[in-house]
């Protein structure tokens, strides 16, 4: 992943692409393979392109917050965003929606990483699979008949 993430922002650094473009295709890759994967749990397109093309202004205007300002990332859903649904995979938090946002997703959105959707866990990170969330199983990627580990497992196959 992470070098992925360099590969983008090389890109993007070099004017190779956009990051509405790069979120573009992240976008288009989740709604092509997550309906057998079960990686995310919720996906903003319009907030996604709209934070992208926010992205892409200030790297137009040489006021790009970091070398990785643009770069899509997913989150897992136990971390909170202010406005975001965070669910920790559980129906108990079905209807919550963050106050705040919590460090490490600030640290990542300071450095203008766009945050492309909520992955999928074990119901509050309590398991080693991602069979255990209220919602849907994710499956391992590359063998859909495996899972992808756990607690984390959404962001895995992400």
Known sequence: MMETIHQNAVALAQGETTSVALCQAALDRIAAVDGRVGA??????????AAAAASDRRR???????????????????????????T?????????VSPYTGTAPARLLEQGFVLCGRTN????????????????????PWDLTRVPGGSSGGSAAA
Do not use: W
């Not at 069979?131 to 391992?140: G, I, P």
């Open 40 to 49: 995310f749990l919720h996906v903003d397109r319009e907030a996604v392109l």
């Open 60 to 86: 137009g205007e040489g006021e790009a917050r970091s070398p990785y300002d643009g770069v899509p990332v997913a989150l897992k859903d136990n971390m909170t965003v202010t406005g975001q649904p965070c």
């Open 88 to 96: 920790c995979g559980s129906k108990i938090l079905e209807s919550f």
């Open 121 to 140: 866990l074990d119901e509050f990170a309590m398991g080693s699979s991602t069979e255990n969330s209220a919602y849907r199983q994710t499956a391992n």
